[in-house]
T-cell receptor, first 113, second 118 residues
């Protein structure tokens, strides 16, 4: 019940295309869902996060879609660029109280020119 | 924005020696910090949760006597890998939690430490 399942494991997208990464969770206590971007040899950096009171959040080319009833959330990267090539992790945790993040397995995205 | 500084960025040590990794929150106070271990092409594995002024909480399977965590101040947590062995070689990452507002709950990560034990 603590797991966050992430798919796909890897993704290849052409420049200008849309990258879509999906995550699913079971624990209904989760109510904070961040996405992180990690480049090789670096720590993860927060991209965007959402709480269940909204179904979608957009920041620039990055959008989170959230389906509370299905317990699923996804990251959409519009107009994907070669510089977006990285590993993306979804995560979940109960909001507040400095709880530990539960990470998905990660998705390695390659954007080809 | 919140910045977490991790040092060193890479270290090579001999088997049997100890290595200390520092994690500092530069512009905020971090009551709670987290230590992760990451193997190549894998996700982050939480090792322990570090709370200022108290003992760390270790995840199941993590040897607390091998991975010593100290969180003596609100801006500094350290991870010491004791009696290091080649199998301890990994990428270690710290994270600090900060509530920024009602909607944003920031978990800021350090840049990681690549440990190689020879």
């Amino acid at each position: 019940q603590q797991q966050v399942k992430q798919s796909p494991q890897s993704l290849i997208v052409q420049k200008g295309g849309i990258s879509i990464i999906n995550c699913a969770y079971e624990n209904t206590a989760f109510d904070y869902f961040p996405w992180y971007q990690q480049f090789p040899g670096k720590g993860p950096a927060l991209l965007i996060a959402i709480r269940p009171d909204v179904s979608e959040k957009k920041e620039g080319r990055f959008t989170i879609s959230f389906n509370k009833s299905a317990k699923q959330f996804s990251l959409h990267i519009m107009d994907s660029q070669p510089g977006d090539s990285a590993t993306y992790f979804c995560a979940a945790t109960p909001f507040g109280g400095y709880n530990k993040l539960i990470f998905g397995a990660g998705t390695r995205l390659a954007v080809h020119p | 924005g919140a910045v977490v500084s991790q040092h060193p960025s890479w270290v090579i040590c001999k088997s049997g020696t100890s290595v200390k990794i520092e994690c500092r929150s530069l512009d905020f106070q971090a009551t709670t910090m987290f230590w992760y271990r990451q193997f190549p092409k894998q996700s982050l594995m939480l090792m322990a949760t570090s709370n200022e002024g108290s003992k760390a909480t270790y995840e199941q399977g993590v040897e607390k006597d091998k991975f010593l965590i100290n969180h003596a101040s609100l801006t500094l947590s350290t991870l010491t890998v004791t009696s290091a062995h080649p199998e301890d070689s990994s990428f270690y990452i710290c994270s600090a939690a900060q509530q920024q507002n009602r909607l944003d709950y920031g978990y800021t990560f350090g840049s990681g430490t690549r440990l190689t034990v020879v």
